[in-house]
């Protein structure tokens, strides 16, 4: 029998802190979240591998380490909305929902939705709820949110989600390039929203995000 505990602090032993990665609070919430519990029983003895995890045709819960190192540049506090672009099976939003004050998560697979709140409610958390919808649309309804994490690649961030940041606000996602892919923070400051990379980064991209052809004469 596997033991996930065990498991669990091997995963912030081995790839979360010899990678940056020095929040104590998010450490603590990914000690805490069982990751197994957000993945197919026939996937489960592979929950904590540094790789990204498929849970559904072209959909994956992201490797811990990437998804680690984008929470803590968002700087989440625990006061912080939070929207969670793509949330999968919902692993995410529960480590999102133990450093964060609420979390809207928006995930357009309908079966991965209704699995993602079960997954929620299983594990106990409280401060989150699931929505179903397109991924590029983010959840207006609930918006200004001081955070927005995307989980995936993307070819760009729609206006649309930009728009649903706060002041002082963050948005943090992978940018896909032709190559290796960026991690990039979007932040709104004075009504601007401006962007830096942070590091390199490689996920499975998310659906709908894909950038619009240019005009070709």
């Not at 540094?50 to 380490?65: F, H, K, L």
């Amino acid at each position: 029998m596997t033991d996930y505990a065990a498991a669990r602090k091997q995963m912030v032993d081995s790839q979360l802190l010899p990678n940056k990665v020095t929040d104590a609070r998010l450490i603590e919430a990914m000690s805490a979240v069982p990751r197994e519990a957000f993945l197919p029983q026939s996937r489960r003895g592979v929950a904590y591998v540094d790789e990204d995890v498929q849970v559904a045709p072209g959909r994956y819960v992201i490797e811990p380490m990437v998804f680690a190192r984008m929470l803590q540049e968002a700087a989440i506090r625990k006061t912080d909305a939070v929207l969670d672009v793509g949330c999968a099976t919902g692993y995410s939003t529960a480590v999102l929902a133990r450093i964060a004050g609420v979390v809207v998560a928006v995930e357009e697979d309908i079966a991965l939705a209704a699995q993602a709140s079960a997954n929620l409610a299983s594990t106990g958390v409280e401060n989150a709820a699931v929505t179903a919808g397109p991924l590029n649309a983010g959840y207006p309804a609930q918006a200004p949110y001081d955070v927005i994490v995307l989980e995936g690649s993307v070819e760009e961030v729609p206006a649309p989600l930009l728009d649903q940041l706060g002041e002082g606000g963050r948005l943090v996602a992978v940018l896909a390039g032709r190559g290796m892919g960026k991690a990039t923070l979007y932040t709104r400051s004075g009504g601007v929203i401006g962007h830096r990379q942070l590091f390199d980064a490689g996920l499975p991209p998310l659906p709908g995000f894909a950038r619009e052809a240019g005009f070709v004469f």
